[in-house]
């Protein structure tokens, strides 16, 4: 998934507020500015999202920005 293909997941899966979605809309962007392949974004993205609004592992491997 792409960044809005996944934040469109978790708007319709996750019920989360408003600034719990742009704070995970800018950690996206941080890592897509900061991971340059798939390993690097996952890593980045399990260690900044695993445990806040539910996540699984498998929901944050299928995320490719």
Request: glycine letters at 4%; aromatic letters at 12%.
């Given at each position: 998934m792409n960044k809005?293909?996944?934040l469109l997941y978790i708007e319709e899966n996750?019920?989360?507020t408003g600034e719990s979605?742009?704070?995970i809309s800018n950690?996206?962007?941080f890592v897509s500015n900061n991971a340059t392949n798939e390993n690097?974004?996952?890593?980045m993205l399990y260690n900044l999202l695993d445990g806040?609004?539910?996540l699984?592992?498998?929901e944050?491997?299928?995320v490719y920005l």
């Amino acid at each position: 998934m792409n960044k809005s293909e996944f934040l469109l997941y978790i708007e319709e899966n996750f019920n989360i507020t408003g600034e719990s979605y742009r704070l995970i809309s800018n950690i996206l962007d941080f890592v897509s500015n900061n991971a340059t392949n798939e390993n690097e974004q996952y890593n980045m993205l399990y260690n900044l999202l695993d445990g806040t609004i539910g996540l699984s592992d498998m929901e944050l491997r299928k995320v490719y920005l």
